[in-house]
């Protein structure tokens, strides 16, 4: 995965993160994955679902496996 700088992270929009705060960053498909794992591993039930739902609205081929 592209390193994103914190100057990068601070030029994305919000709309470019999947939850409020601008957190997860879903710029592209590779943090979008990354996104997923991350909060599979850290995110509370809501939070799972929310950024499942951000992904897959911004990458609808991309396939979303829940525990």
Do not use: C, W
């Not at 705060?21 to 498909?29: A, F, N, Q, S």
């Not at 794992?37 to 081929?61: D, F, L, N």
């Amino acid at each position: 995965m592209s390193e994103l700088t914190a100057a990068e992270r601070d030029a994305l929009p919000n709309s470019a993160f999947a939850l409020p705060g601008r957190r997860y960053p879903i710029h592209d498909e590779e943090h979008a994955r990354a996104a997923l794992a991350r909060v599979q591993q850290h995110g509370s039930p809501e939070e799972r679902r929310a950024v499942e739902t951000a992904v897959k609205r911004r990458y609808p081929h991309m396939v979303v496996i829940r525990d």
